[in-house]
Structure formats: C-alpha cells, structure tokens
C-alpha cells in the first residue's frame, strides 16, 4: 500500500472545548448527491470519542507546504489535543469544527454513520459547509514520503 498515493488531510472535530485531530490519507469523496465524504480513522485515537459525541469532523486537505502542520498532528512536536490548532491557523465552521484557514479544501460534516471494521472506524459525513483554493497543490503521501501532484497539460 505504500506506492499507492493518498492525499494527506487533518481529521479535525470539536465538541465544547474538547478539540483534537489527526493525520489521515484514508479519506475520500463518497457520493455528490447529497455531497458526503468518508474518513478511516483509529479506534484508538483521540479524535474517535469526541466525533462519536460531537457527530461531526472536518476533513481538511493539505497544501505541499504543510509539513509543519503534519509535525504537529501526528505527534512529532509533543503536541495534543487543542493545543494541536495553532491559535490564527484555524476557524470554525458554522457547525463548529475546525477549519485550517489555507487548507487546499476544508469540508465540515455531519457524522451520518459510523462502522466499525477491525482496528478503526469508517465516518460517513453529510457535508454542511467547504471552502476551497485552487492556488496551491496538495500534499500526497507515497512510499513513506510526501509529494505533490503536477497536472499534465490538457489537450
């Protein structure tokens, strides 16, 4: 699995002053119609009892010039919980999850179903608010390294 690329994204939830979110490249679009998206996620982790509570996350899709925010939600700076959103760097949705300012695409979700299949949980959100930028490309992860896609000229 680690020549297949996956588009690296922060799962991001709050509920009251509880806040926290990780690294995911096991996100996707699920369906247009109504706009829903699925993340993979840890049992284990931090962010699966608060989006169990809340019913909602956000899927935030990084830049290639995100390294540092990856560094800090996947635990390399010795940060977690809310101390992980860097105060200036993220805003909340109208439903009140965690949306990165610069994220290349930031997607808030209500949490329509969850499923859980060996070690993680497969979230299923209705999108309710997303904001994008087409200014930047997105960070990828492959072979254990992190990458950007270059779009081939169209024809």
Known sequence: MRLVPGA???VATALGT???????????????DPP?????????????????DARAFSINLLAADHA????????RRGLDGADRF???????????????NDAVAAFECELDDLHDYGT?????GRVGAMRSRADAPAMLYLDGGFASAVLAPRD
């Open 8 to 10: 690296v994204a922060i």
């Open 18 to 32: 509880r806040r926290t979110g990780l690294v995911a490249t096991a996100w996707n679009s699920l369906c247009a």
């Open 36 to 52: 829903m998206l699925l993340a993979c996620i840890n049992r284990r982790s931090s962010a699966h009892p608060i989006v169990a």
């Open 68 to 75: 540092e925010t990856v560094a800090i939600f996947s635990a």
């Open 86 to 100: 860097v105060p200036g760097a993220w805003t909340d949705g109208p439903g009140g999850q965690p949306l990165l």
């Open 120 to 124: 993680h949980s497969i979230l299923i």
